[in-house]
Protein backbone atom coordinates (compact mmCIF):
# COMPACT_ATOMS: atom_id res chain seq x y z
CA UNK A 1 0.00 0.00 0.00
CA UNK A 2 1.25 3.65 -1.17
CA UNK A 3 1.81 5.67 2.14
CA UNK A 4 3.34 9.44 2.28
CA UNK A 5 3.30 11.67 5.25
CA UNK A 6 5.11 15.07 6.25
CA UNK A 7 6.32 16.40 8.79
CA UNK A 8 8.39 19.44 9.68
CA UNK A 9 5.65 22.15 9.45
CA UNK A 10 5.44 24.68 11.79
CA UNK A 11 5.58 28.61 12.79
CA UNK A 12 8.40 30.91 11.96
CA UNK A 13 9.34 34.49 11.14
CA UNK A 14 10.22 35.64 7.71
CA UNK A 15 13.71 35.33 6.68
CA UNK A 16 13.54 31.55 8.78
CA UNK A 17 13.87 28.43 7.62
CA UNK A 18 12.04 25.26 7.65
CA UNK A 19 12.67 21.13 6.67
CA UNK A 20 9.83 19.44 6.05
CA UNK A 21 10.48 15.64 5.09
CA UNK A 22 7.67 13.16 3.38
CA UNK A 23 8.52 9.50 4.47
CA UNK A 24 7.55 6.77 1.51
CA UNK A 25 6.42 3.57 1.46
CA UNK A 26 4.89 1.24 -1.07
CA UNK A 27 6.11 2.03 -4.06
CA UNK A 28 9.79 2.34 -5.97
CA UNK A 29 11.12 5.80 -3.70
CA UNK A 30 14.30 6.01 -5.73
CA UNK A 31 12.75 5.90 -9.14
CA UNK A 32 9.47 7.20 -8.61
CA UNK A 33 7.47 11.07 -9.41
CA UNK A 34 7.59 13.26 -6.35
CA UNK A 35 6.22 16.45 -5.82
CA UNK A 36 5.95 19.32 -2.90
CA UNK A 37 2.64 21.35 -3.35
CA UNK A 38 1.47 24.11 -1.79
CA UNK A 39 -2.39 25.57 -0.78
CA UNK A 40 -2.81 28.97 1.01
CA UNK A 41 -6.45 29.69 2.19
CA UNK A 42 -8.78 30.99 0.22
CA UNK A 43 -6.50 29.73 -2.69
CA UNK A 44 -6.10 26.57 -4.91
CA UNK A 45 -3.43 23.92 -4.28
CA UNK A 46 -0.52 24.23 -6.66
CA UNK A 47 2.75 22.87 -7.33
CA UNK A 48 6.22 24.34 -5.30
CA UNK A 49 8.42 21.91 -6.21
CA UNK A 50 9.22 18.50 -8.45
CA UNK A 51 11.85 16.04 -8.32
CA UNK A 52 11.61 13.37 -11.02
CA UNK A 53 14.38 10.79 -12.67
CA UNK A 54 15.51 10.17 -15.76
CA UNK A 55 15.73 6.13 -17.43
CA UNK A 56 19.35 6.69 -16.71
CA UNK A 57 19.08 7.10 -13.05
CA UNK A 58 19.73 10.76 -13.29
CA UNK A 59 17.23 12.93 -11.39
CA UNK A 60 15.84 16.70 -12.43
CA UNK A 61 14.53 19.27 -10.18
CA UNK A 62 11.68 22.28 -11.08
CA UNK A 63 10.90 24.96 -8.72
CA UNK A 64 8.22 27.29 -8.62
CA UNK A 65 9.17 30.96 -9.73
CA UNK A 66 7.73 32.39 -6.32
CA UNK A 67 10.57 29.67 -4.20
CA UNK A 68 13.22 29.60 -7.17
CA UNK A 69 16.45 30.08 -5.22
CA UNK A 70 14.76 29.54 -1.64
CA UNK A 71 13.83 26.04 -1.20
CA UNK A 72 15.66 22.96 -2.30
CA UNK A 73 14.13 19.32 -2.90
CA UNK A 74 15.85 16.47 -2.31
CA UNK A 75 15.55 13.16 -1.43
CA UNK A 76 17.79 10.26 0.45
CA UNK A 77 17.06 6.73 -0.88
CA UNK A 78 18.45 4.71 1.90
CA UNK A 79 15.44 6.48 4.34
CA UNK A 80 12.62 6.76 1.59
CA UNK A 81 12.04 10.00 2.78
CA UNK A 82 12.02 13.31 0.65
CA UNK A 83 12.85 16.93 1.68
CA UNK A 84 12.23 20.37 1.41
CA UNK A 85 14.29 22.87 2.39
CA UNK A 86 13.20 26.43 2.92
CA UNK A 87 15.19 29.17 3.53
CA UNK A 88 14.36 32.79 3.37
CA UNK A 89 10.54 32.31 4.27
CA UNK A 90 8.34 35.02 3.84
CA UNK A 91 4.86 35.42 5.00
CA UNK A 92 3.66 34.61 1.86
CA UNK A 93 4.71 31.07 1.70
CA UNK A 94 1.95 30.27 4.53
CA UNK A 95 0.46 27.62 3.55
CA UNK A 96 -0.38 23.79 4.18
CA UNK A 97 2.11 22.24 2.30
CA UNK A 98 1.85 18.10 0.56
CA UNK A 99 3.77 15.97 -0.31
CA UNK A 100 3.25 13.89 -3.47
CA UNK A 101 3.77 10.77 -5.76
CA UNK A 102 3.25 9.09 -8.65
CA UNK A 103 3.67 5.66 -7.30
CA UNK A 104 3.06 4.03 -11.06
CA UNK A 105 6.59 5.86 -12.27
CA UNK A 106 10.22 4.89 -12.47
CA UNK A 107 12.40 6.95 -14.00
CA UNK A 108 9.66 8.86 -15.93
CA UNK A 109 11.52 11.47 -17.19
CA UNK A 110 8.87 14.14 -17.26
CA UNK A 111 8.07 16.79 -15.04
CA UNK A 112 4.70 17.14 -14.57
CA UNK A 113 3.20 19.60 -12.45
CA UNK A 114 -0.47 19.20 -12.08
CA UNK A 115 -2.16 17.08 -9.38
CA UNK A 116 -3.51 14.69 -11.42
CA UNK A 117 -0.28 13.89 -12.36
CA UNK A 118 -0.25 12.17 -8.95
CA UNK A 119 -1.51 9.37 -7.60
CA UNK A 120 -0.79 9.49 -3.64
CA UNK A 121 -0.73 12.39 -1.18
CA UNK A 122 -0.05 13.13 2.58
CA UNK A 123 -2.29 14.40 4.88
CA UNK A 124 -0.12 18.22 4.55
CA UNK A 125 1.73 20.01 7.12
CA UNK A 126 0.99 23.60 8.20
CA UNK A 127 3.71 26.18 7.46
CA UNK A 128 3.21 30.01 8.94
CA UNK A 129 5.53 32.37 8.64
CA UNK A 130 4.87 35.76 10.69
CA UNK A 131 5.84 39.03 9.57
Known amino acids: QVHVMESGGGSVQAGGSLRLSCTAS????????MGWFRQAPGKERDMVAMLWHAPSDTFYTYYADSVKGRFTISQDNAKNTLYLQMNSLKPEDTAIYYC?????????????????????WGQGTQVTVSS
Open 26 to 33: GFAFNGAD
Open 100 to 120: ATDSRTYGSGRCRRTEDDFDS
